[in-house]
């Protein structure tokens, strides 16, 4: 169940940043809008699943430099690469940019931290 309610969460602050971010574009309209969001949200929990403890791993000497900045960098990336496979499977999911995916990044994190406090199981499964 808290597979779900991540999911949705992560739907809900996808949707929130590509309302407040111009290069961020979601395609559809009405349930299908839903739909494409949900399996973004989807392929950005499997990319953060798999990707991210890698490049955390690899790249543990840089969060330390760096006081844990590149954090928001690889964030960023790793958006702009979930954009890439969305885009390879025929989504209608676009960032325009690494100054787009980076905002939405940032925006997404904060949006999924704040509904994961205030959803039960969403953010302590």
């Known amino acids: 169940m808290g597979f779900i309610i991540r999911t949705i969460v ?8 590509s309302l407040l971010v111009s290069g961020i574009q979601v395609g559809e309209s009405g349930w299908k809008k839903v739909g494409t969001l949900l399996l973004v ?3 950005f929990g499997l990319v953060n699943a798999v990707i991210k403890p890698i490049i955390q791993t690899i790249g543990c000497a840089f969060y330390a430099l ?9 964030n960023a990336l790793l958006f702009w690469l979930t954009s890439w496979i969305a885009d390879k499977i025929d989504l209608p999911f676009h ?3 690494f100054w787009a995916a980076f905002w939405g990044g940032i925006i997404v994190a904060i949006v999924s931290w704040v509904l994961g406090l205030i959803t039960p199981g969403g953010d302590n499964d």
Not at 66 to 74: D, E, S
Request: hydrophobic share 80%.
């Open 66 to 74: 760096t006081l844990g900045l590149v954090a928001l960098v690889v």
């Open 95 to 97: 960032i325009n940019g």
């Open 41 to 43: 949200a989807l392929i």
């Open 10 to 17: 992560t739907a809900v602050a996808v949707w929130v940043a």
